[in-house]
T-cell receptor, first 111, second 116 residues
Framework: DAKTTQPPSMDCAEGRAANLPCNHSTISGNEYVYWYRQIHSQGPQYIIHGLKNNETNEMASLIITEDRKSSTLILPHATLRDTAVYYCIVGGNTGGFKTIFGAGTRLFVKA | DTGVSQDPRHKITKRGQNVTFRCDPISEHNRLYWYRQTLGQGPEFLTYFQNEAQLEKSRLLSDRFSAERPKGSFSTLEIQRTEQGDSAMYLC??????????????FGPGTRLTVL
């Protein structure tokens, strides 16, 4: 499984966009990029995933570079409730792969 | 509430005792996963089941750990002869696997184990 690299922490002002980067330079052609987040004292929660194209859902947008070696998760209007650890993961295209979490990025959204 | 429940939520035990945790996944989900998470780290994969079959076990899962999913529904994780290093949050997740679309994992709230 490809490895990911994320900054350990980031700050964001409430109401502003939060842009969380992830490097995955060893990603293989059939591996997807997934993002989960974990709010304190809860289990991780799925956010979004993508293969090549940019993706958007009600929670976030995912921008994947053309060479697929990095991606950015965008929370367009961060709220205090978005304070969490965000995990970038790469893996196969089904729900069955063992999810390899790194240490993630701890996002602090400040009022 | 994701629909995945775990019991107990907290467990304090003495070193050397056996403990068992239970996970009830979302009813129609055929995959069930166990993870362990220590403070400041992301969850570490332990094992997963496809229905009642245990398909993969991590090297982290020593001989003292055993997991079952006897009827393809709920699952138990047992730790025998607990050690202080077993203190962690144990997370369960479930997903519905089929076809070619991605089905995200839904996580339970976890069981926090403290070994004294």
């Amino acid at each position: 499984d490809a490895k990911t690299t994320q900054p350990p922490s980031m700050d964001c002002a409430e109401g502003r966009a939060a842009n969380l980067p992830c490097n995955h330079s060893t990603i293989s052609g059939n591996e997807y990029v997934y993002w989960y987040r974990q709010i304190h004292s809860q289990g991780p929660q799925y956010i979004i995933h993508g293969l090549k194209n940019n993706e958007t859902n009600e929670m976030a947008s995912l921008i994947i570079t053309e060479d697929r070696k990095s991606s950015t998760l965008i929370l367009p209007h961060a709220t205090l409730r978005d304070t969490a650890v965000y995990y970038c993961i790469v893996g196969g295209n089904t729900g069955g792969f063992k999810t390899i979490f790194g240490a993630g990025t701890r996002l602090f959204v400040k009022a | 509430d994701t629909g995945v429940s775990q019991d107990p939520r907290h467990k304090i035990t003495k070193r050397g005792q056996n403990v068992t945790f239970r996970c009830d996944p979302i009813s129609e989900h055929n995959r069930l996963y166990w993870y362990r998470q220590t403070l400041g780290q992301g969850p570490e994969f332990l094992t997963y089941f496809q229905n009642e079959a245990q398909l993969e076990k991590s090297r982290l899962l020593s001989d003292r750990f055993s997991a079952e999913r006897p009827k393809g529904s709920f699952s138990t994780l047992e730790i025998q002869r607990t050690e202080q290093g077993d203190s962690a949050m144990y997370l369960c997740a479930s997903s519905l696997v089929g076809g070619f679309s991605y089905n995200e994992q839904f996580f339970g709230p976890g069981t926090r184990l403290t070994v004294l």
